[in-house]
Nanobody, 122 residues
Framework: QVQLVESGGGLVQAGGSLRLSCAVS????????MGWYRQAPGNQRELVAT???????TYADSVKGRFTISRDNAKNTVYLQMNSLKPEDTAVYYC????????????????WGQGTQVTVSS
């Protein structure tokens, strides 16, 4: 059974840092794009950052220069380093991974992590 397991959320003061991790477990063939999304209360889920396999990372304008997405392909893990956190960064953060489950798969399938709460106090 394929799962995405997140860790690293918590409570931090404004200006502080947190690092989120998301590991893919289970039998897979390969991973395409990995990413992070977030959803604050009353808001829609929004894209934070993406890390394509062998491609250029992308960021939402609101986090550029403060957040860094990276991936360790040997560990099937994606990270989100969050610096200079602001109260408006408070949300549940979800990782995503576009997985190809077997060599015979025609297209990738998106999987989601369970979500981790990030709370930034002012």
């Amino acid at each position: 059974q394929v799962q995405l397991v997140e860790s690293g959320g918590g409570l931090v003061q404004a200006g502080g840092s947190l690092r989120l991790s998301c590991a893919v477990s289970g039998s897979i063939f390969s991973i395409n794009t990995m990413g992070w999304y977030r959803q604050a209360p009353g808001n829609q889920r929004e894209l934070v950052a993406t890390a394509p396999s062998g491609g250029t990372t992308t960021y939402a304008d609101s986090v550029k220069g403060r957040f860094t997405i990276s991936r360790d392909n040997a560990k099937n893990t994606v990270y989100l380093q969050m610096n200079s956190l602001k109260p408006e960064d408070t949300a549940v953060y979800y990782c995503s991974a576009d997985l190809i489950l077997s060599a015979r798969a025609n297209y990738p399938r998106r999987y989601w992590g369970q979500g981790t709460q990030v709370t930034v106090s002012s």
